[in-house]
T-cell receptor, first 118, second 112 residues
């Protein structure tokens, strides 16, 4: 079974600075997807960024980028120019590329609570 | 565009009472549907998923059950709530292929 580990329960960053959130995963599969979700105080889960394992290029979405190291099974999220609205719980998630029976459900890490300091 | 509705947003129920949480999706057909639970300060745990009407898969043994009476409707139920059922419940849907998971706004359940 796949597991996702986020070893930083809490992180803080100064506004306008850069912060990196860590995520590692364990899998025997070669084809899969990785995601970062954001959960602000409203508790809604918002997709931040996704990465296909077959792609060598790191995904980027505006101020958010990932460092995907497939051999090391590492998938970190970098937030540049941090803003107060970035404060949230961030979850790393894994999804197999295999079809159902698993219905391709996500396996989540335990989350990292990010605080942005003004 | 697709939207997902989940209600109620907040629920306080006594131990032993029944539960019914509802989730509906609009703007898509034959979605995969999911129920997740998030205990306080912890990650998300998959409870149930469904790939079609009447098809329910359970990931963990528990006091809860799920049903999918219509293509875009997913219901989470319990006959008798336990204190340990308290938590934040999230419904989610996914389209075909490589599409990502989209979540509802969640239900905060407190069992007293």
């Amino acid at each position: 079974a796949q597991t996702v580990t986020q070893s930083q329960p809490e992180m803080s960053v100064q506004e306008a600075e850069t912060v990196t959130l860590s995520c590692t995963y364990d899998t025997s599969e070669s084809d899969y997807y990785l995601f970062w979700y954001k959960q602000p105080p409203s508790r809604q889960m918002i997709l931040v960024i996704r990465q296909e394992a077959y792609k060598q290029q790191n995904a980027t979405e505006n101020r958010f980028s990932v460092n995907f190291q497939k051999a090391a099974k590492s998938f970190s999220l970098k937030i540049s120019d941090s803003q107060l609205g970035d404060a949230a719980m961030y979850f790393c998630a894994y999804r197999s590329a295999r079809p159902p029976g698993s219905a391709r459900q996500l396996t989540f890490g335990s989350g990292t609570q990010l605080t942005v300091l003004p | 565009s697709q939207t997902i509705h989940q209600w109620p947003a907040t629920l306080v129920q006594p131990v032993g009472s029944p539960l019914s949480l509802e989730c509906t999706v609009e703007g898509t057909s034959n979605p995969n549907l999911y129920w997740y639970r998030q205990a306080a300060g912890r990650g998300l745990q998959l409870l149930f998923y469904s790939v079609g009407i009447g098809q329910i898969s359970s990931e963990v043994p528990q006091n809860l059950s799920a049903s999918r009476p219509q293509d875009r409707q997913f219901i989470l139920s319990s006959k008798k709530l336990l204190l340990s059922d308290s938590g934040f419940y999230l419904c989610a849907w996914k389209g075909t292929g490589d599409s990502p998971l989209h979540f509802g706004n969640g239900t905060r359940l407190t069992v007293t």
